[in-house]
Nanobody
Framework: QVQLVESGGGLVQAGGSLRLSCSAS????????IGWFRQAPGKERAFVAS????????YYTDSVKGRFTISRDNAKNTVYLQMNSVKSEDTATYYC?????????????????WGRGTQVTVSL
C-alpha cells in the first residue's frame, strides 16, 4: 500500500512557474514508477509525465516537453513536477500516481495508487 499526497498547487500567471510535490508513505517508494496526470473540467484524466523508480527514465506528453520537469528524491519519498512557462491550458487538477507495472505508463489504469489532487489555475 502506498499513500500519496500532492501539494504546491495554486494560482499562477501565464508564463510563470510552479512546483508540485507528491509525498509518499507506505511501502518502499523507490520500487514504484510515479506518474503525474491532470484533469480539466469536462475532460478525461490525461498523462503529463512520469519517472521510473530509480529516476533514470522519464516520459512526458508532447505538450509539456521543454516546460515541465519531473524529478524525485527517494530519500524523501517525494516526486516533484517543476512547471515553467505555464499556459492557460495547463489549468487542471494535478494528480500523482504510483505503479509497480513495467509498461504503459501513460495510461491511468496502469496506476494502482492515487493522490487526491492539487489544483493549478493559470491566469492570463
Amino acid at each position: 500500500q502506498v499513500q500519496l499526497v500532492e501539494s504546491g498547487g495554486g494560482l499562477v500567471q501565464a508564463g510563470g512557474s510552479l512546483r508540485l510535490s507528491c509525498s509518499a508513505s507506505g511501502r518502499s517508494f523507490s520500487n514504484f514508477h510515479i506518474g503525474w496526470f491532470r484533469q480539466a473540467p469536462g475532460k478525461e484524466r490525461a498523462f503529463v509525465a512520469s519517472m521510473s523508480g530509480s529516476g533514470t527514465m522519464t516520459y512526458y506528453t508532447d505538450s509539456v516537453k521543454g516546460r515541465f520537469t519531473i524529478s524525485r528524491d527517494n530519500a524523501k519519498n517525494t516526486v516533484y513536477l517543476q512547471m515553467n512557462s505555464v499556459k492557460s491550458e495547463d489549468t487542471a487538477t494535478y494528480y500523482c500516481a504510483a505503479t509497480s507495472a513495467l509498461y504503459v505508463y501513460t495510461e491511468p489504469l496502469t496506476y494502482a495508487y492515487w493522490g487526491r489532487g492539487t489544483q493549478v489555475t493559470v491566469s492570463l
